[in-house]
């Protein structure tokens, strides 16, 4: 390494170790084991950064759990760690929330409510959740955000780029430049709580014919862009279901039921949930199915983009580069040689193989858990010796969703024809018809922003 190279790192790190953020503190590590020789036990820090991440008010765990699904976004060690974190943010207390409720519905906002939980009863990414009763008896979730979570987002998303940053000095096979971009939009988009509350509308009305999904329901009037009031849906984590190891049966009805609820609205609307982590399902009292939470992370597609999942679905079936081709054309990978195809193709086999045998089957059939970042791994080899490639700003969350929903089918070990309940999502698949039923629902949802994001 030049002697100029040595001073802009030194000069990086010296600005990493003043920076208190932990994934600042990853990117550090790494550059000073990789560049500098020095060794470390990134597992203890993986550790580490998990309890100090578990502590956070939000938006840099939410940074977290996502990059732990992007292939190769942060190393093994850290990702395997951040996967599993969840929303356990110290709560606000009474006193504090007396002058939030106030600040949101003003000084008589308890008239509005028959009763109001002082006790926090869960914590969410960006803010905590109360129960409450409205007068007509109806029992509700209030969740109302942390205290000047717009700064904290914007203080974690510079940490954040400049983290990445480093980390793709050290390694430059795949471009993350649009995923910053993408993080950072949705991310912002969470702090505005009117905005989820008519993405919660959408979801009620893309799955009013999906009984065995539940979704809360916005209350008019008791909503801004720092409160959400919604419908109390009763339920437990699934995950503790699951740990309880029930029937078949029913392990198969909560995975039907996800797949549903997340690609029933892809493939019809163009629409898709971006946070399918275990927090966000809870499995019904009756366990007739599951409820739905969390719409802050909802990404709306241009009508083509769920074509080219259908087209790549195609390709590995039929082994045609032709469609494969104009699969990752449409999702926005350009100048991609046919070493690259192969490589890329390695993961398409890996995540469509289960839609395209017609028979029932578990998710994966390897008993290997690590199965999924062995093969990541694997293309991350392989792009290497074909120069790398650009992840366009779409590709993430559809990524993720299915990377993030095939781990909780792993963990559920449900049994079921995964190909017909595909067929039967994209059966009749027209863009056209996509796209006169996205723009009339998520007009009647009231999600402006969403229009333009669809239309682009």
Partial sequence: MSDTGKSTLFGELRRMARTSGAVGGIAARVAGERFLGIKTDKAAHADDLKAILGGLKGPLMKVAQFLSSVPDALPEEYAEQLATLQANAPPMGWAFVRRRMQGELGPDWQSRFASFGQEA???????????????????????????????????????????????????????HDDVYAELSERLREELDYEREASQQRLYGAMLADTPEVAVPQPIPGLCTKRLLTMTWLEGRALAARLAE???QEERNAYADALFRAWYLPFYRYGVIHGDPHLGNYQVRPDRAGINLLDFGTIRVFPPAFPRGVILLYEAVRDHDEEKAAEAYRIWGFRNLSKDTMAVLGLWANFLYEPLVQDRIRPIQEVDDPQLGRKIAGQVHEGLKRTGGVRVPREFPLMDRAAVGLGSVFL?????????????????????????????????AAGVPAALKAASA
């Avoid at 079921?416 to 998520?442: I, K």
């Fill in 245 to 247: 190891d029930p029937p």
């Fill in 411 to 443: 963990r559920s070990k449900a049994q079921l024809n995964w190909h017909r309940l595909f067929m039967e999502m994209v059966e009749g698949f027209s863009e056209a018809g996509l796209a006169q039923r996205q723009q009339a629902a998520l007009l």
């Fill in 121 to 175: 009863a869960a914590a969410a990414s960006l803010g905590q959740v109360h129960k409450a009763t409205l007068p007509s008896g109806q029992l509700v979730a209030c969740k109302l955000q942390y205290p000047d979570m717009h700064s904290v987002v914007e203080a974690d998303l510079k940490q954040l780029k400049l983290a990445m940053s480093l980390y793709h000095r050290l390694d430059s096979t795949l471009e």
